[in-house]
């Protein structure tokens, strides 16, 4: 079977769809592969360094859980990995719940695994990029692509924004503290290590979906891998734990204030970014997942008011009224 006639049986296929890419199972004669298609027009909310190859190519001598780069088109656009077997660590533990001990040390010995990357073995950092070991800048630019988005998006959802809490300047609560981060050397980071992204098998966790991976602070990693998965405490406890205890003492140095901020800023952008995409997906949603999603909405906006100072009593039937006119399309 050549490339293209893979590529043309997987966009025949059903298969599972993130917000940048589709993935489709397909079997061929050598065994089974993912072929990984770009989903077209997907709406930009992330901060984009590297192309998801390059990334593959560079970490393949340092991290073992990730899946093995097969093939790549440039046109049409996609990618061919090998099959990862096992289950999606969200199907069997949603956010909220916790996870089987060993996923906790996997995770932290993936973030081990990216320090070990020297910086001439990643791929071409663009000359705007922060300086190895500028936290403040590197947080800096992750906040001005949220402050983008906002600016983007605010005429269309002003009502709903003001109706969320959602305040005209967002980061304001936030852009004065980044001076005050700690610098660290800068690593290869995943930048996207949630429970959707990791499967399980045999006791072992791999690590999928590196298109969003960046260079830059270690803290973030952790930060915004707490602020996805959604640990209950004493988890998050044990991965802090873990995670000073087996990385560099450059990369875990500085206050737990620095995760913290970091932190802040993922749920002020998740109110953002969250109530634009879950706009679009109520649009024709039936019931059981329109429930799902204004809960998960209702969640992440009152985490962000809490950084804001605002009482945390969005309601799933506010969320529901406020996107009333996107439901109803």
């Given at each position: 079977m050549t490339w293209l006639r893979l590529y043309q049986q997987a966009s025949e296929a059903d298969g599972a769809a993130g917000y940048y890419n589709r993935n489709v199972g397909v079997d061929t004669p050598e065994g089974k592969v993912n072929v990984r298609i770009p989903l077209a027009g997907a709406d930009i909310m992330d901060?984009?360094?590297w192309r998801e190859e390059e990334v593959l190519a560079c970490i393949?001598?340092?991290v073992g859980q990730a899946p093995e780069l097969r093939h790549v088109s440039d046109e049409p656009r996609f990618q061919v990995h090998h099959f990862i077997e096992g289950r999606v660590l969200d199907g069997f533990c949603p956010r909220g719940r916790s996870v089987p001990a060993h996923v906790m040390g996997d995770v932290v010995a993936l973030m081990d695994q990216l320090t070990r990357i020297p910086e001439e073995k990643v791929p071409g950092i663009p000359a705007h990029w922060p300086a190895c070991g500028d936290s403040s800048g590197f947080a800096r630019l992750l906040a001005d692509l949220t402050r983008s988005i906002h600016r983007t998006h605010v005429e269309e959802y002003r009502q709903v924004?003001?109706?969320?809490?959602i305040p005209e300047e967002p980061l304001a609560v936030v852009d004065p503290l980044w001076d005050g981060l700690t610098p660290r050397p800068f690593t290869v980071l995943h930048a996207d290590l949630h429970r959707?992204?990791?499967?399980?098998?045999?006791?072992?966790t791999w690590f999928l979906d590196w298109e969003l991976a960046l260079w830059g602070d270690p803290a973030y990693e952790l930060a915004i891998h707490f602020h996805k998965m959604d640990y209950p405490d004493e988890q998050r406890a044990e991965v802090i734990r873990q995670w000073q205890e087996r990385l560099p003492a450059p990369s875990t140095a500085g206050p737990r204030s620095d995760l913290d901020l970091y932190m802040a800023h993922e749920r002020i952008k998740s109110a953002i970014v969250d109530t634009v995409r879950y706009s679009k997906q109520l649009a024709g949603a039936r019931p059981p997942e329109r429930e799902v999603l204004l809960t998960r909405l209702a969640k992440k906006v009152n985490a962000a008011r809490l950084v804001w100072g605002s009482s945390p009593d969005i309601t799933p039937e506010r969320v529901a009224t406020a996107l009333a006119p996107w439901s109803e399309t």
């Open positions: 901060v984009r360094l393949r001598p340092y924004f003001a109706d969320f809490g959707k992204n990791m499967i399980v098998h045999n006791g072992v």
